[in-house]
């Protein structure tokens, strides 16, 4: 298993701002991914982030507005860029701790974002 | 058509009551799959995962049909504290890459 922690867990910011999430794994892993909730749907996957170089972004998601950092094995971060109140969300990151492909994901708590 | 879908609900059942679910996927290269569950205003947590051959556990049971595409997820004796959001995922099917989709979910509602 895994025990996940973001930083901050809610935060309301003004459009055209930057907000940067955390997200500290409490053992190494490889799999790391960053996920987006909107209110009344399910999760869509933004990006696997990749330790030690650039993250795989799905369709519809780009670096610029999402960068995503992943310096080691326990820690990464993703910026929501240039905010509008469509990034009005809560994002997760979550990790697949387990050998081989395609295991159980543990998820961090979230952080709600709330753009005016 | 979308990727995994599963009847939104939500399903208002009395406590005691069976209740299932289903979810269909369209990538027959998926490899595995899973149900989640989330409650309200907290991050998704592992149910069980899905077998061909079936699985049990306690009053939750899971199936999986490859050749329809098709996963359930069986609630017997359902209790108050059942009442949550069940997600489908199903994961792989890319070649040369990893892909985890998640259904939009299955809301349930446990009633006295």
């Known amino acids: 298993s895994a025990v996940i922690s973001q930083k901050p867990s809610r935060d309301i910011c003004q459009r055209g701002t930057s907000l940067t999430i955390q997200c500290q794994v409490d053992?190494?892993?490889?799999?790391m991914f960053w996920y987006r909730q909107q209110p009344g749907q399910s999760l869509t996957l933004i990006a696997t982030a990749n330790q030690g170089s650039e993250a795989t972004y799905e369709s519809g998601f780009v670096i610029d507005k999402f960068p995503i950092s992943r310096p080691n094995l326990t820690f990464s971060t993703l910026t929501v860029s240039n905010m509008s109140p469509e990034d009005s969300s809560i994002y997760l990151c979550?990790?697949?701790?387990?050998?081989?492909?395609?295991?159980?994901?543990?998820f961090g708590p979230g952080t709600r974002l709330t753009v005016l | 058509r979308k990727e995994v879908e599963q009847d939104p609900g939500p399903f208002n059942v009395p406590e005691g009551a069976t209740v299932a679910f289903n979810c269909t996927y369209s990538n027959s290269a998926s490899q595995s799959f899973f149900w989640y569950r989330q409650d309200c205003r907290k991050e998704p947590k592992l149910l069980m995962s899905?077998?061909?051959s079936g699985n049990e556990d306690g009053r939750f049971t899971a199936q999986l049909n490859r050749a329809s595409q098709y996963i359930s997820l069986l609630i017997r004796d359902s209790k108050l504290s059942d009442s949550a959001t069940y997600l489908c995922v199903v994961n792989g099917g890319n070649t040369g890459g990893f892909k985890t989709i998640f259904g939009a979910g299955t809301r349930l509602f446990v009633k006295a």
């Open positions: 979550s990790v697949d701790p387990g050998q081989g492909a395609y295991n159980e994901q543990f």
């Open positions: 053992s190494q892993v490889t799999m």
């Open positions: 899905v077998y061909s």
